[in-house]
């Protein structure tokens, strides 16, 4: 019996040891490559360090099993490789450095890629990885420069860290549902990469995996994603779309920032993380649409996106963080709806053209009153007063208790504010760079001052305290810095002391007597009538539209001038008919001109029949094909080109016709409007000036 199991065994382990044997017998030695040298096999593995010297192509026998760890390590020669079904994987470094190397069969038997297995190949062209492989190592592609053409088997599970960065010829990539993971920095530096479709299996994008990808106009996002890494799309310039799925819960920080071509983002309806900066400097961006699960927004997640017009909020909680959209200069209106549970400072900071933060009556946690200011629900903080607004005086009401850090910054138009002995605290920065107040009365209530409180509030010459000196938020600046000069502070006798006592300085200020008179609440009475302090105010409303207008069209003027700019440069390097300078260069690369586009832009010149002269239409046409630019635009150099063709002006001349023609284009409507302001202006200059005469004639009688 004993035996017999004996010879049971026996039986089975020959018949697990002829399984495990090669297809077909491989003899160990060296095998010859076709333009000379040979790689070495032992073990039915290719040797490590073995095929350095290999020229021309190396075809491994089918039998090998494996390619070890640097076989073919600086093979600068070998110009191609064919590697069998029975290979099962392909070691570490495989091919590292072989430059020259231009094709790469893989067989169907592989499983793995090793990392940096062909590293540095910069003259392979195409790669199709098989249905076999499962993973693709840290490094295995990078630096393959010239490569344009990439399949992914649709068994492939793990894409590693930098297994594609510099791939700089590679212009469209499919990732296969297969994929759960995309390693961090996996396509970094694609810098032809226009189209990326990302597969349902994918879970995760990592760190910088597609940054720095200045081509890429379109990626569509798998079902199954989670989380995308932070700087995982940063400083793609020419991304224009991109789909966020329902399943998707977290976006890091910087994971989009400087995606400066991205007009419009909408989440799905998921639990989202947005983590701080994740969309800034976004600057093409004008909306954003939320979804209705608990959103958190981080902070500046979409700080200096100046175009920003429109923001929609979901029916799902969420939390604003601080400063989540500073410098959002285009945004005129917000509504805060019921769901919004948390809001952090200066969240609207920098938002010049703001009149209005509207909160939903619902809401539990905020409101807002007549003027659309921002509170808390019971009114006792301030969180923010909207900038746009263009009444001068504002009186904080008496149920406030604090005023938030930023809550008047940047305030331009404010030039009263009057503070209720309610308040206790006013809060860091809080009238940073509130650059019309010149005097502020301080209750006695307050008993503690923020970092930055005043600075650059650059026309605040008196700061009346009426009572003694709040503590002040210890800092290296004092929080009245960058004030007028020589302002000061006026102090009760009683409570001069702990200001340093009268002729001290005290944060920058310089002490004085407080004189009761000065505060009075009892406005003294005016010699102005009621129908001459309505013109002066037509007067203002009048000077702010104006000096509106004004900022509008010298706006307008200077992105003229940058387009005629741009539109000589690529004049005079058409005209030239030679390569552009490094300066030249420089200035088409900010038009969006590519070197390619540019040839084919001379191409299309020195096609036409320039003997019996260049029509409008066709250069126009020509310029349409390459360069994002309007009908007006378009007009100014094709004019401009057939103006330089006939000799009848010079390149350097090219500018000042440019800006010609830019002004003669201005919008009548704006031009009207500015001519009705400055003869309303005039009429009320000359109005005041009378009144002047009048009243000081008067007062000689």
């Not at 808390?376 to 149920?399: C, D, V």
């Not at 150099?637 to 009848?648: C, I």
Request: proline share 3%; net charge neutral.
């Amino acid at each position: 019996m004993r035996r017999s199991i004996i010879s049971i065994l026996l039986i089975a382990l020959s018949i697990s040891t002829l399984n495990q044997a090669p297809s077909h017998a491989v003899t160990d030695g060296n095998v010859s490559c076709s333009g000379g040298g040979s790689f070495t096999i032992a073990s039915n593995s290719v040797t490590r360090f073995s095929g350095e010297n290999c020229i021309g192509t190396a075809v491994i026998p089918d039998g090998v099993t494996s390619i070890a760890q640097q076989a073919f390590l600086y093979a600068t020669r070998i110009t191609s490789v064919v590697i069998p079904d029975s290979v099962l994987s392909i070691g570490s470094g495989t091919f590292f450095g072989a430059t020259a190397l231009t094709s790469a069969t893989i067989g169907s038997g592989v499983t793995s890629i090793g990392d940096l297995a062909f590293y540095g190949n910069s003259s392979l062209t195409s790669m199709s990885i098989p249905n076999s492989v499962l993973t693709i190592g840290y490094g295995a592609f990078q630096g393959t420069t010239a490569m344009s053409s990439l399949t992914i088997g649709n068994s492939v599970t793990s894409i590693g860290v930098q297994a594609f960065t510099s791939t700089t010829s590679l212009t469209s990539v499919i990732i296969p549902n297969s994929v759960t993971t995309l390693g961090d920095y996996a396509f970094t530096g694609a810098t032809s990469l226009r189209d990326v479709t990302i597969g349902n299996g994918v879970t995760s994008i990592g760190e910088r995996t597609f940054s720095g990808n200045t081509s890429l106009t379109n990626v569509v996002l798998g079902s199954g994603l989670t989380s995308i890494g932070s700087y995982a799309f940063g400083n793609d310039s020419s991304l224009v779309s991109i789909n966020f799925p329902d399943s998707l819960t977290s976006i890091a920080s910087y994971a989009f920032s400087n995606c400066t071509s991205l007009a419009g983002v909408t989440f799905g309806d998921s639990n989202l993380n947005i983590s701080s900066r994740a969309f800034s400097g976004t600057s093409a961006l004008t909306t954003i649409t939320f979804g209705d699960g608990t959103t958190i927004i981080g902070e500046y997640a979409f700080s200096g996106n100046t175009r920003l017009a429109n923001i929609v909020f979901g029916t799902g909680s969420t939390s604003i963080g601080s400063y989540a959209f500073t410098s959002a200069t285009s945004l005129t209106s917000v509504s805060i709806p019921a769901n919004v549970i948390s809001i952090g400072v200066g969240v609207f900071y920098g938002a010049t053209a703001l009149t209005g933060i509207n909160v939903n009556v619902a809401n539990a946690y905020y409101s807002n009153d007549s003027r659309g200011a921002l509170f808390n629900a019971t009114k006792t903080i301030l969180i923010a007063y909207p900038r746009g607004h263009l009444q001068t005086s504002y009186s904080i009401p008496n149920s406030v208790t604090t005023i938030a850090a930023y809550a008047f910054a940047g305030n331009s138009v404010l030039t009263t504010i009057e503070i209720p002995n309610s308040v206790l605290t006013i809060g860091d920065s809080s009238f940073y760079q509130a650059t019309a107040i010149t005097r502020i009365i301080i209750p006695a209530s307050v008993t503690s001052i923020g970092d930055s409180t005043f600075v650059s509030a650059s026309l605040l010459s008196s700061v009346f305290f009426l009572g003694s000196a709040p503590t002040a938020t210890p800092s290296w600046r004092s929080p009245f810095a960058q004030t007028a000069v020589g302002a000061k502070a006026y102090v009760r006798e009683v409570n001069s002391a702990s200001f340093g006592g009268i002729g001290s300085t005290w944060k920058a200020l310089s002490v004085n007597l407080l004189i009761e008179s000065d505060i009075s609440t009892t406005p003294p009475q005016s010699s102005i009538t009621p129908e001459e302090a309505a013109e002066a105010e037509a007067l203002r409303v009048a000077l702010l539209e104006a000096a509106r207008i004004s900022a509008l069209i010298a706006a307008q003027a200077a992105r003229q001038i940058e387009l005629a700019n741009q539109r000589a440069t690529l004049i005079a390097v058409i005209e030239s008919r030679k390569a552009p300078t490094s300066a030249q260069y420089s200035c088409l690369e900010i038009a969006g001109i590519t070197s390619k586009n540019l040839d084919l832009i001379n191409n299309d010149v020195l096609n036409l029949d320039l003997s019996s002269g260049v029509k409008l239409s066709k250069v126009e046409t020509i310029i349409k094909k390459y360069v994002l630019v309007d009908q007006y635009a378009a007009g100014i150099f094709a004019k401009g080109f057939e103006l330089v063709n006939a000799g009848l002006i010079d390149v350097n001349n090219l500018n000042k016709l440019s800006i010609t023609f830019s002004i003669s284009k201005l919008p009548s409507s704006q031009l009207d409007t500015l001519k009705k302001l400055e003869t309303e202006i005039a009429n009320q200059i000359s109005i005041r000036a009378a009144r002047k005469a009048r009243l000081a004639k008067a007062s000689l009688r």
